[in-house]
């Protein structure tokens, strides 16, 4: 537990001392966000705010892990394959940013080229999980508390999951700091699962799954911390965006944290909101065709709908994050209970 209040404690104090550090050399390149002429047209204002700001917890992520890992278990170890995942979807997410700041245009690279590269990273992570000793093809179904072998479908099933998890984080990334905020909750809760599944089996022959589920949870508690520390820098007003680089990350570290603890399907709960936007553009875009020119929300993703309604952007934030605390409370309690 020391390391795991640690990783805490040190990513918001790593956050919080480079941030003030950073933003001037962001400003100075003049990695202005650009935005989205069919958004809001309150968010007009955000025109020039530094962007890529998830470079910086990117970082800070990565050194404080490293720094508090465990036992290393070669290539089983999974900090390392969660750094892969995350790391990887997040040049994504930098390539599409650095495409937007250096032509200055809202749209960075293609839908084709984003799915591309989401699928391969995906695939590569699912494959992983699949032939991992401590993962496999067996997910956890909530409540009922069977296992669910998919076998060969394992991988294809979970490239899917993997891509819609990361696209939803990229679409939740339209507030000020909406995204960091139900990232932090939605991780501690990751992290407490982890420790759960930790406790019940550090006196079994699992030690190095022991090992590696607590790794995890150092994981979960750094991304925490890297995102409240970002938040103060991220609220509304913003001084920084974390862009798609930062979001994309996030994406990559939420699925592949649930797919190593065999429970993807706790996305649905703990990622509720990441989940409904991604659906509420669905759902515009069906009824929109289907209507010619209908819509369902007056904007999507569903957060632009609540903005546009007459909420304001802290409102929206704070009706996610509570939405996201009870959510990730019932999982965990269901976890516990069970345990």
Request: charge should be positive.
């Amino acid at each position: 537990m020391i390391r795991f209040s640690l990783a805490l404690m040190l990513s918001i104090g790593m956050m919080l001392f480079l941030g003030p550090r950073v933003l001037p050399v962001l400003r100075k390149l003049k990695f202005g966000q650009p935005i989205n002429a069919l958004g809001p047209p309150a968010h007009k204002a955000k025109q020039g705010t530094p962007t890529m700001g998830g470079l910086l917890f990117s970082v800070v992520i990565c050194v404080i892990s490293l720094a508090l890992h465990g036992d290393w278990l070669g290539k089983d170890d999974f900090t390392l394959a969660l750094l892969c995942v995350s790391v990887l979807s997040m040049l994504i997410g930098f390539a599409d940013d650095y495409i937007k700041v250096i032509r200055k245009r809202s749209l960075g690279l293609t839908w084709r080229q984003k799915i591309l590269g989401q699928a391969i990273v995906g695939l590569l992570f699912s494959a992983y999980c699949y032939n991992s000793p401590y993962v496999g093809s067996k997910i956890i179904v909530p409540f009922i508390w069977i296992e669910w072998d998919l076998y060969g479908w394992y991988i294809p099933i979970m490239t899917l999951v993997m891509m819609f998890i990361v696209n939803s984080a990229n679409l939740q990334d339209g507030l000020d700091g909406l995204l960091s905020s139900v990232t932090v909750i939605g991780s501690v809760a990751f992290g407490l699962i982890a420790i759960a599944f930790a406790k019940l089996s550090e006196n079994s022959a699992w030690l190095e799954w022991t090992g590696n589920v607590k790794n995890l949870s150092i994981f979960s508690m750094t991304l925490a911390g890297a995102c409240i520390g970002f938040l103060r820098f991220n609220h509304h007003p913003a001084q920084v965006i974390m862009g798609d680089t930062g979001s994309m990350f996030i994406g990559g570290a939420l699925a592949g944290m649930a797919m190593l603890l065999r429970m993807p399907l706790f996305l649905l709960i703990i990622a509720f909101t990441l989940v409904i936007s991604s659906l509420s553009v669905m759902m515009q875009v069906a009824y929109f065709k289907l209507t010619h020119g209908k819509r369902i929300f007056r904007m999507s993703p569903l957060h632009h709908h609540f903005e546009l309604s007459g909420m304001s952007e802290p409102q929206v934030v704070a009706l996610y994050a509570v939405t996201t605390g009870i959510l990730s409370l019932f999982a965990l309690l269901s976890v516990i209970t069970r345990l």
